[in-house]
């Protein structure tokens, strides 16, 4: 797209001069706005979650970047390493001009974000680090922390001694094992705490669901379960579905469908820390313009943590218009989430 873009202002420029020679008088044509090919690789629409990051980027570019996107084309890895891989790799063939990238895994895709910038293709990388120093800018928040700060809510709330579960979202993706590490540095303190096991729910509420049910049928006293948000709902629903007293979470992230149950039943023994994940939804397409329109930029931009929060109050924040997927934190005005979440960007 560049190099046409060019080829028409160097037409442009040799008509003027042609007019010149001639006596004439050449009247200046404004340049064309230059236009974009955009590639994108994300998990795809599979949870809630990314439902509403896709949701942010289409946000940003309709509104803050209007007719400078000639396409955008999406690539949905699920939880995928190779296909993300393949993925990429076939992006490159499609004439992208930038790649904005969340890696599966921390190093599983640096030697393709490596391949990517031999070609000549600037790389976004968001969420999680590459795994290589061979990219245009990186932002992301610090999910160890977060992790910390979730096992630390824990450990306070039991007082430093109790049964916990730890449930993550999928085995080897960066940011599932990021927060585990923060939770091992945290619970390293305290002797008293026991992890029961470390799943995996692939962040879907069932399969969460599935998980605590198992435990619970072992007989495993479960004195507490960190936890996101969107598998804090299927571990609800197992422990409300035995009749059974629903334990401290750390599953307060900001989605509307676990606020909405939780409001339901009365449950507020859970931490309350909305998700800062869609900030740098944002800034990964405000930096990916930076970097196309030459502007300076940081290599690396972490997003800082948001702070905790009374329950009670982010369950007030849950409001009847709110969407089933909409997630408090989030910058999507409520009445324009459908419109974004409905634009396929190809």
């Known amino acids: 797209m560049k190099k046409f873009l060019k080829v028409i202002l160097l037409v442009v420029i040799v008509g003027m001069l042609a007019a010149c020679a001639k006596g004439e008088v050449a009247t200046p044509t404004e340049a064309p706005v230059e236009k974009y090919v955009i590639g994108i690789s994300y998990q795809g629409p599979n949870n809630d979650w ?20 000639e396409k955008v084309i999406y690539k949905e890895y699920g939880w995928d390493g190779e296909q993300q891989i393949a993925d990429v790799e076939d992006l490159m063939t499609q004439g992208i001009d930038i790649l ?3 890696p599966h895994s921390d190093t599983g895709l640096a030697t ?56 993550g979202g999928a085995p080897g993706g960066a940011y599932a094992e990021d927060t585990i590490e923060g939770y091992n540095q945290a619970l390293a303190s305290y ?17 969460a669901k599935q998980i605590v049910e198992s435990y619970i049928a072992k007989g495993d006293q479960i004195d507490g379960i960190i936890v996101s948000g969107l598998m804090g709902l299927g571990c609800l629903e ?14 307060g992230d900001g989605w509307t469908g676990f606020l909405r149950k939780a409001k339901e039943i009365g449950y507020t023994d859970f931490g309350a820390i909305a998700t800062n994940n869609f900030i740098y ?66």
């Not at 949701?55 to 803050?64: G, N, P, S, V």
């Not at 992301?140 to 450990?155: L, Q």
């Not at 197992?238 to 599953?251: H, Y």
Request: charged share 20%; no cysteine.
């Open 238 to 251: 197992a422990f409300t579905d035995a009749n059974m007293t629903i334990p401290p979470m750390t599953s």
């Open 191 to 207: 002797p008293d705490i026991k992890v029961l096991g470390y799943e995996y729910a692939y962040w879907t509420p069932a399969t």
């Open 100 to 102: 904005i990238v969340g």
């Open 50 to 69: 990314a439902i509403n990051f896709k949701a942010h980027w289409e946000m940003t570019l309709q509104t803050e970047f209007a007719g400078r996107v």
């Open 281 to 346: 939804a944002v800034g990964a397409i405000r930096l990916a313009f930076d970097v196309l329109d030459g502007k300076p930029f940081e290599k690396i931009t972490m997003v800082p943590p948001n702070k905790a929060m009374d329950a009670q109050a982010m369950l007030d924040m849950v409001t009847d218009d709110m969407p089933a997927s909409y997630w408090i934190g989030g910058t999507v005005p409520v009445a324009d989430f459908d419109k974004y979440v409905g634009t396929t960007g190809n």
């Open 112 to 167: 393709t974000i490596e391949s990517v910038k031999a070609a000549g293709i600037p790389v976004i990388v968001y969420n999680s680090a590459p795994g290589t120093d061979q990219y245009d800018a990186l932002i992301k928040s610090d999910n160890v922390a977060d992790g910390r700060n979730a096992a630390e809510w824990m450990v306070q709330r039991l007082n430093g001694k109790g049964n916990i579960l730890i449930i």
